[in-house]
């Protein structure tokens, strides 16, 4: 009947592993509330983790954006990328000097104000509304910086007179009730602004308990072979949209328009300064950061390389905004919580399964076995749970994702790892007193009735 | 490693009997100073093997105590206990820990039977414990779960047992790694006195073998005849021993 004795205890991971897991997964009540508990809390801890990594890489969006350039040059005491400390324009030719560069060109970066017009449809009168606008102005003839992808039009219709393209998402911002933002198709959405800005004067349509609904209406009249459609104004000059583009989201969320570099400064009030940053295009075989070093030695700007002035905004936000310390909050509520609910679901599940380990004890099931058995269930528990919430969350980042959307969401590998570090603690936390208390057993327990 | 083996020193008694357990002056004492109980005061007794020994007493004399020190499961302050010629209470915690597992078969009152296993699977328990793979060990368990007669039972789980189900899956998980000492704590308790007799009249007849020793703790009155030796413990020690029939008999084994 019985087979011949193997080498004694040599299936460690048949008691250790087995029989642990079906005690674990036995009580599906008590194991799902554990994992739960636990995907709560690395959901929690992605979740709040990854919009913290999404805002951060808002507040720099627009570093990446502005590509071609090796270098960034600014005035040496900007923090970040917004903080625009304007230059004097004779300082592009002190850049340009500096050997190893290939090209230097001038970026205006800074915030305007835009006049839209609209028909108020319950009294058909003309409303203007002005909203401010990050404005983008770049070299006119190299239009180095521009946006990696048209949604409609053409970046060189720049070189245009008056020209000027905006963001998709921005829109948003500048039709609210239109939903231009939301049309996917360029030539649906071409038709859906024609019709709507074709207008030249009051519409007979009132809707009914709408405080403010403004239809846009047409500064000027597109003909059909025009690129334009539609116009605004700044700085009282006429602004004509050819195009719109993609750029990511910023900060701000204000609608970012590209112009070129003069024109730029005709759109905003006029200044002794208004050369916002200078971007640098290294020689060939040439090192960024010896260049840099060159450019601080012999204009006593400051350069970086993108990667450099990405970290430093990334920086300020950490350093000068309460960020990070509302979103760690959060985390260590979620920490926190889930290590409570984990621990207590856990001991309690240990507790009522003391007999059992008891009885193990006195059958020959050492301190170390007994150990591991309610380690393996405190890591079964927690892969579980960081598995549930890591997906959880990440359900919830790809159902908020896309450029319209108000969520900043950026799970970085970094925050699998944190996340997965946060849950290992959360589990030892959690089967600390378990494994004291299965330690400390007495088996002699198993004869108390 | 090879399995711990006490055959060397195994003592003859005659009649084909052996002695398996001799229990020599234990005393043990729980807590300090004023707070000291003393659980056992110098308990000898000898249990021989193909018997069953029943010990019996108050609640609070020691019997679980005496036990759990003959079981390996707890340490005796003084004393020495002895189990076919191997003396245990000599041993480390570890070594007591592997004794157990090899030679150390338990029934519980409550069964403490893992609910999450079936029956074939909690019976077999013991054999995963020693390295048996786990289709062997339950397949083992499965075969003498139908000599307890729950061969259609083997994939319940306890609860969907009886009382007596159970403790025959307790029985079956006691005997699967043929040990040399079982040790059962109030078997018949939990269970109604014509399931108790069977339990028991089960015990005697699987059990009791000429190399194991079967101590069986109890309250039970009605199933005193089934003992061959019943040791009446009251206040830390042995007051007296009878056999079967109530004759009294010596507390130690005369060895030939």
């Not at chain 2, 079967?244 to 130690?252: F, L, V």
Request: proline share 4%.
């Amino acid at each position: 009947m019985l087979p011949a004795k193997p080498e004694l205890f040599s299936n460690f991971g048949e008691i250790v592993g087995w029989i642990a897991i079906k005690m674990l997964t036995g009580d599906r009540a008590k194991f799902i509330g554990i994992v739960f508990g636990l995907a709560f809390a690395s959901a929690l801890i992605m979740q709040q983790g990854s919009i913290f990594w999404g805002l951060m890489l808002r507040t720099c969006a627009q570093i990446y954006d502005l590509r071609g350039a090796d270098l960034w040059v600014m005035d040496p005491s900007v923090q970040f990328i917004d903080d625009v400390k304007p230059m004097l324009e004779k300082q592009l030719g002190l850049v340009r000097g500096v050997d190893g560069i290939k090209w230097a060109v001038p970026l205006y970066k800074g915030i305007a104000r835009a006049k839209l017009s609209f028909i108020d449809k319950s009294t058909g009168k003309r409303v203007d509304v002005t909203e401010q606008v990050i404005l983008i102005g770049l070299d006119d003839n190299s239009l180095v910086g521009e946006p990696a992808s048209m949604f409609t039009g053409d970046i060189e219709d720049l070189h245009r007179p008056n020209s000027i393209i905006v963001d998709r998402v921005g829109l948003r911002k500048l039709f609210p009730r239109q939903g231009l933002n939301l049309i996917d198709s360029p030539g649906q959405f071409k038709s859906t602004l024609a019709a709507l800005t074709r207008r030249k004067q009051a519409s007979p349509m009132s809707e009914p308990n709408s405080d403010k609904d403004l239809e846009p209406i047409g500064l000027g009249t597109a003909s059909q072979n025009s690129p334009v459609l539609f116009e605004m104004e700044m700085n009282e000059h006429r602004a004509e949209v050819v195009g719109v583009c993609d750029a990511s989201r910023t900060f701000q969320s204000n609608a970012v328009i590209y112009t070129t570099f003069s024109r730029a400064k005709e759109f905003v009030p006029r200044e002794r300064k208004l050369l916002s940053y200078v971007l640098v295009k290294v020689m060939p075989g040439q090192n960024p950061l010896d260049v840099a070093r060159r450019i601080r030695e012999q204009s006593g700007l400051s350069a970086l390389t993108t990667d450099q002035f990405v970290e430093k905004t990334i920086n300020y936000y950490l350093r000068y905004t309460g960020i990070p310390i509302n979103f760690m909050t959060t985390v260590i509520l979620g920490f926190i919580v889930g290590t409570a609910i984990a621990g207590q679901m856990f001991y309690s599940f240990t507790l009522e399964n003391i007999r059992q380990f008891g009885a193990l004890k006195a059958m020959g099931v050492g301190n170390l076995r007994i150990v591991g058995m309610v380690l393996l269930q405190a890591a079964l528990v927690g892969f579980l749970g960081y598995g549930l919430g890591v997906g959880g969350a990440t359900l919830f980042g790809m159902a908020n994702r896309g450029q319209n959307s108000e969520l900043a969401f950026y799970t970085h590998r970094y925050l699998l790892l944190l996340d997965a570090g946060a849950t290992i603690i959360i589990c030892t936390l959690a089967s600390l007193l378990s494994v004291l208390k299965v330690i400390l057993l007495e088996p002699a327990i198993v004869f108390r009735g | 490693m090879e399995p711990q083996s006490a055959t060397t020193t195994d003592i003859p008694l005659g009649h084909g009997k052996r002695l398996a357990v001799r229990i020599s002056g234990i005393k043990k004492q729980f807590g300090k100073g004023e707070q000291a109980v003393e659980a056992l005061r110098g308990v000898t007794w000898d249990v021989a093997a193909q018997e069953v020994a029943m010990l019996v007493g108050p609640s609070g004399c020691g019997k679980t105590t005496l036990i759990s020190v003959v079981a390996g499961i707890l340490n005796a302050d003084q004393g020495t206990v002895s189990i076919f010629g191997e003396s245990i209470t000599s041993m480390s915690d570890r070594a007591k820990t592997r004794y157990r597992a090899l030679n150390v078969g338990f029934v519980f009152q409550q069964y403490n039977l893992l609910p999450a296993l079936t029956a074939a699977e909690n019976a077999a328990v013991p054999l995963l414990i020693q390295g048996v793979p786990r289709l062997k060990a339950v397949k083992a368990a499965s075969e003498l779960l139908g000599q307890l007669g729950l061969g259609k039972r083997t994939h319940s789980r306890p609860n969907q047992l009886s009382g007596g189900q159970q403790q025959r899956v307790a029985i079956a998980r006691a005997l699967i790694h043929k040990p040399k000492i079982l040790v059962c704590d109030e078997p018949t308790a939990a269970l109604d006195h014509e399931t108790g007799m069977i339990v028991m009249k089960l015990i005697r007849e699987l059990a009791v073998s000429d190399d194991r020793a079967v101590i069986v703790v109890t309250h039970d009155n009605r199933i005193f005849p089934l003992g061959d030796r019943v040791a009446h413990m009251d206040d830390g020690h042995i007051e007296s021993i009878v056999d079967g029939s109530g004759r009294p008999i010596p507390a130690t084994i005369e060895i030939p």
